[in-house]
């Protein structure tokens, strides 16, 4: 029994040590494209939800509610992307993302909080509280990009 909590132990403290080494080595262009291809993904998943929104696309209760499942995941993904270390990278986030990094993390907050609530209504089925939920998780994400990527 002691010798089984033992080799756990072992066991935990050699997987933190990996983990932390494999931190350590991730190159910074690669968490650029990491935080990059989370972001995409959430582009992919909310746009329907977004057309839907805006009459373009038909609503589709469960369509949101999965969609909405994907995105609770991906809203947690590309923050730890944002290390100092990637500051000089070729990317489209403005220095604000550092300088003021409460703000920025607080708009990280805003989102999930946002996905989070759609995530909830969205079982629901109903279209109009699905909808409000949807136009808030849409400004969370313009909220970020107003203030912390390159207008393009
Ligand atoms: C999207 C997408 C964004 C957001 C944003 C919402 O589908 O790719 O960046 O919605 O336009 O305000």
């Given at each position: 029994m002691k010798r089984k909590l033992v080799a756990a132990a072992v066991a935990l403290a050699l997987g933190a040590g990996v983990a932390a080494t494999a931190r350590a080595q991730v190159k910074p262009e690669v968490l650029v494209k990491q935080r990059q291809s989370a972001l995409t993904l959430l582009g992919k998943y909310f746009g329907p939800l977004g057309g839907m929104l805006k009459g373009a696309v038909p609503f589709d209760a469960a369509v949101v509610a999965r969609n909405a499942g994907y995105l609770e995941v991906l809203?947690?993904?590309?923050?730890?992307?944002?290390?100092?270390?990637?500051?000089?990278?070729?990317?489209?986030?403005?220095?604000a993302v550092w300088s003021d990094a409460a703000k920025f993390k607080q708009a990280q907050d805003h989102l999930q909080t946002a996905v989070a609530s759609l995530v909830t209504v969205s079982k629901g089925g109903d279209e109009a509280k699905t909808k409000a939920a949807i136009g808030d998780v849409g400004k969370a994400c313009g909220g970020c990009h107003d203030n912390f990527r390159e207008k393009r």
């Open positions: 809203a947690k993904m590309p923050w730890d992307g944002f290390a100092e270390g990637t500051k000089g990278e070729k990317s489209h986030a403005l220095p």
